[in-house]
């Protein structure tokens, strides 16, 4: 028997090493895992819009990069097949988020790892991540940021504006800022607790102010 007859051979024999229950195992521990992951997405989600797509699609890309691992690493022939073949699939579709690409690279690496059959690893990596995820997002879980319309005519009441909000809301920042002939228009990014959403009222009682609103620039979904 030549070394290529040997060669053959052995990628054939590990085929078939994958059992039923390896792989029922492989595939509940990824879906395990990706479940987990969407939890955490969702509930430390931060930006504008919260799509589910998106958050399922973490889950299902953990299980079919368990498959695809469980594929590679019983056939050699097959792997390199499959490079070839992955190698040419482009995605498309922007991602608006930095932490979205974070949990895309968490779902995948958990799904490697389960699909090479390091369960514990990818419980305790998952678990220490998540738990990383949700204490830096303790800190900014009441506070929500707003945008506060202003239109006023008397440009002494800009003055009175920009002090109380800096008594109320922790950080503002002017978006813009339109002059017109009779009114002034402006737009302020500010973070501030529900209980303060009285402040809208009280710039609202300030002399020569025609307009004021405040709008969530945050939207759930979930």
Same mark, same amino acid.
């Given at each position: 028997?030549?070394?290529?007859?040997?060669?053959?051979?052995?990628?054939?024999?590990?085929?078939?090493?994958?059992?039923?229950?390896?792989?029922?195992?492989?595939?509940? +521990?990824?879906?395990?895992?990706?479940?987990?992951?969407?939890?955490? &997405?969702?509930?430390? &989600?931060?930006?504008? /819009? &919260?799509?589910?797509?998106?958050?399922?699609?973490?889950?299902?890309?953990? +299980?079919?990069?368990?498959?695809? !691992?469980?594929?590679?690493?019983?056939?050699?022939?097959?792997?390199?097949?499959?490079?070839?073949?992955?190698?040419?699939?482009?995605?498309?579709? $922007?991602?608006?988020?930095?932490?979205?690409?974070?949990?895309?690279?968490?779902?995948?690496?958990?799904?490697?790892?389960?699909?090479?059959?390091? %369960?514990?690893?990818?419980? !305790?990596?998952?678990?220490?991540?998540?738990?990383? !995820? %949700?204490?830096?997002?303790?800190?900014?879980?009441?506070?929500?940021? %707003?945008?506060?319309?202003?239109?006023?005519?008397?440009?002494?009441? @800009?003055?009175?504006?920009?002090?109380?909000?800096?008594?109320? $809301?922790?950080?503002?920042?002017?978006?813009?800022?339109? /002059?017109?002939?009779?009114?002034? @228009?402006?737009? !302020? @990014?500010?973070?501030?607790?529900? @209980?303060?959403?009285?402040?809208?009222?009280?710039?609202?009682?300030?002399?020569? #102010?025609?307009?004021?609103?405040? #709008?969530?620039?945050?939207?759930?979904?979930?």
């Amino acid at each position: 028997m030549s070394f290529q007859d040997i060669f053959k051979n052995s990628f054939l024999d590990s085929a078939a090493s994958l059992s039923v229950f390896d792989m029922s195992i492989t595939m509940l +521990m990824s879906f395990l895992v990706g479940m987990f992951i969407y939890q955490v &997405y969702k509930k430390s &989600y931060q930006s504008v /819009v &919260y799509t589910k797509s998106f958050n399922l699609s973490l889950v299902m890309m953990s +299980m079919i990069t368990s498959l695809v !691992i469980m594929a590679v690493t019983s056939n050699v022939v097959l792997s390199l097949g499959m490079v070839g073949a992955l190698s040419i699939v482009r995605f498309r579709a $922007a991602i608006k988020d930095p932490m979205d690409i974070v949990f895309m690279f968490w779902s995948i690496a958990g799904g490697i790892v389960v699909g090479a059959g390091f %369960y514990f690893l990818a419980a !305790i990596g998952s678990l220490c991540i998540g738990v990383i !995820i %949700y204490v830096m997002n303790l800190n900014i879980s009441n506070v929500t940021p %707003y945008l506060l319309m202003v239109n006023f005519s008397n440009p002494d009441t @800009e003055e009175k504006i920009m002090d109380k909000l800096t008594a109320t $809301a922790d950080k503002f920042n002017v978006k813009s800022k339109a /002059v017109m002939k009779d009114s002034i @228009e402006l737009v !302020i @990014e500010l973070r501030i607790k529900k @209980e303060e959403l009285v402040l809208v009222n009280a710039i609202n009682d300030f002399d020569s #102010v025609t307009h004021a609103m405040l #709008v969530s620039s945050t939207e759930y979904s979930k």
